[in-house]
Structure formats: structure tokens, C-alpha cells
């Protein structure tokens, strides 16, 4: 089992970004997947997940209306929109499997449905 997060990058204030989460070695389809962010200093933040079946999202407060979280399972990857970038968006990014995703999922250090953990990609937003 694999989860590759990429994309990240030092953007301005104000930019964009697209996350991706690559899975391999497991059928995307019948997992969610669920996107999550660590700051400096900082603990685990839930960010946004996906569900298998129904495809149904969830989000932190702190980035709704400027996230966007979709899936291509025939590509076997998870994309994190992401909009308005803010300095307190700066953070590792990495995406986990779960079995589901609902609201706890993503409620502060969120994780709850998730069971694989994958590795990171640093965004940096300058001011």
C-alpha cells in the first residue's frame, strides 16, 4: 500500500495550488481518502476527506469555500484543490486511507475512519 502526496510549492498569498494523493497497491474505489495538514509547531489538522461509494465530502471550516477535494479513481488518485492561499495554509500535506469519512474525520486532528498514513508535500504560502 502506497499514498504519494505531490504538488506542493511556495506560492504567493492570494495563489493556487492542486494537491495530488497517488495510491497504489490497493482498489482506490472502495476506500476514502482524506486530506490532512501539520504547521510547524503544530499538531495534525484535518483538512477535507472523500467517501468510497458516494463520493461525499467533508471539510475543516478553517478551508471551506477554498478547498476542493475530488477523486479519479480510474487514475487511482485524490486531488486537493486549493484556493485563496493564505500563510496559515503553510503546512505538510499528505493524504490517508480510510474506510470511511465523515464529519470526525476531519473535526481538529481528524483521522477518525482512517487506518494508512502516506507521506507529505510542503506548501508554503509567503506574504
Known amino acids: 500500500v502506497q499514498l504519494q502526496a505531490s504538488g506542493g510549492g511556495l506560492v504567493q498569498t492570494g495563489g493556487s495550488l492542486r494537491l495530488s494523493c497517488a495510491a497504489s497497491?490497493?482498489?482506490?474505489?472502495?476506500?476514502?481518502i482524506g486530506w490532512f495538514r501539520q504547521a510547524p509547531g503544530k499538531e495534525r489538522e484535518g483538512v477535507s476527506c472523500?467517501?468510497?461509494?458516494?463520493?461525499?465530502?467533508y471539510y475543516a471550516d478553517s478551508v471551506k469555500g477554498r478547498f476542493t477535494i475530488s477523486r479519479d479513481n480510474a487514475k487511482n488518485t485524490v486531488y486537493l484543490q486549493i484556493n485563496g492561499l493564505k500563510p496559515e495554509d503553510t503546512a505538510v500535506y499528505y493524504c490517508?486511507?480510510?474506510?470511511?469519512?465523515?464529519?470526525?474525520?476531519?473535526?481538529?486532528?481528524?483521522?477518525?475512519?482512517?487506518?494508512?498514513w502516506g507521506k507529505g508535500t510542503q506548501v508554503t504560502v509567503s506574504s
Open positions: 490517508a486511507r480510510g474506510w470511511y469519512c465523515d464529519v470526525l474525520s476531519v473535526a481538529g486532528a481528524g483521522g477518525d475512519g482512517m487506518d494508512y
Open positions: 497497491g490497493f482498489t482506490l474505489d472502495y476506500y476514502s
Open positions: 472523500i467517501g468510497d461509494y458516494d463520493g461525499r465530502t
